[in-house]
């Protein structure tokens, strides 16, 4: 079992900048693969990001990909996503996933997942 806190939510002003954090339970935090998703209003929940079990390896929305970073300290047993130059448009409920093995974009593969932190882009 893995238990999942995010963090980081924040209103914030167009074209500024946010982390994330999500933090970790358990001692295997680092046999995990670890995703982002959002969900705004009314849509469904989306891929952000996502990071391999070592870090090596990440993936990203094609929308997202040069304003948004994903990495993770396994030591700290923590994942983050910056998030740079803010849209309106990524208003969302952002939430951190884990699954035992290989990262993947897909959300049905995920086992785990946080309770979701609010970030809202104000224009």
């Known amino acids: 079992q893995v238990q999942l806190v995010e963090s980081g939510g924040a209103l914030v002003q167009a074209g500024g900048s946010l982390r994330l954090s999500c933090a970790a339970s358990?001692?295997?935090?680092?046999?995990?693969?670890m995703g982002w998703f959002r969900q705004a209003p009314g849509k469904e929940r989306e891929f952000v990001a996502a990071?391999?079990?070592?870090?090596?390896?990440?993936d990203y929305a094609d929308s997202l990909k040069g304003r948004f970073t994903i990495s993770r300290d396994n030591a700290k047993n923590t994942v983050y996503l910056q998030m740079n130059s803010l849209k309106p448009e990524d208003t969302a409920v952002y939430y951190c996933?884990?699954?035992?093995?290989?990262?993947?974009?897909?959300?049905?593969?995920?086992?785990?997942w946080g309770q979701g932190t609010q970030v809202t882009v104000s224009s």
């Open positions: 996933a884990g699954r035992f093995g290989t990262s993947t974009t897909q959300l049905y593969h995920y086992d785990y």
């Open positions: 358990g001692r295997t935090f680092s046999r995990y693969a």
């Open positions: 990071i391999s079990r070592t870090g090596g390896v990440a």
